[in-house]
């Protein structure tokens, strides 16, 4: 069964760096499509970055662009998100998820085959 295990959040202030890990076990990452979520208090969930089956990495809000990058270490079966520059705005509940739809319709929130549990990302003074 494929399970995704989140890790690597905390505490940091606005300018600093954190990297997100997304380990994956049950199968191989590369055939799946691993998309970054987050989550804050009293928003909906909104998409931020994408790693594809096919090894392309985009972000997936204008907002991080410049400062979010998504990579993939195939013989550690993960996928990370290294964050730079971190605003406040940034802050919330960061989810990676997996789905095996086309890579053109890839990381929509739909269609997901399993969410990981979650890792929160604060940023503040």
């Known amino acids: 069964q494929l399970q995704l295990v989140e890790s690597g959040g905390g505490l940091v202030q606005p300018g600093g760096s954190l990297r997100l890990s997304c380990a994956v076990s049950g199968d191989r990452v590369h055939n799946y499509n691993i998309g970054w979520f987050r989550q804050a208090p009293g928003k909906e969930r909104e998409g931020v970055s994408c790693?594809?089956?096919?090894?392309?990495?985009?972000n997936l809000d204008d907002s991080v662009k410049g400062r979010f990058t998504a990579s993939r270490d195939s013989a550690k079966n993960t996928i990370y998100l290294q964050m730079n520059n971190l605003k406040p705005e940034d802050s919330g509940v960061y989810y990676c998820?997996?789905?095996?739809?086309?890579?053109?319709?890839?990381?929509?929130?739909?269609?997901?085959?399993?969410w990981g549990q979650g890792t929160q990302v604060t940023v503040q003074e």
């Open positions: 998820a997996a789905d095996r739809r086309p890579t053109s319709i890839a990381c929509r929130g739909d269609s997901i085959v399993r």
């Open positions: 790693f594809k089956r096919n090894n392309y990495a985009t």
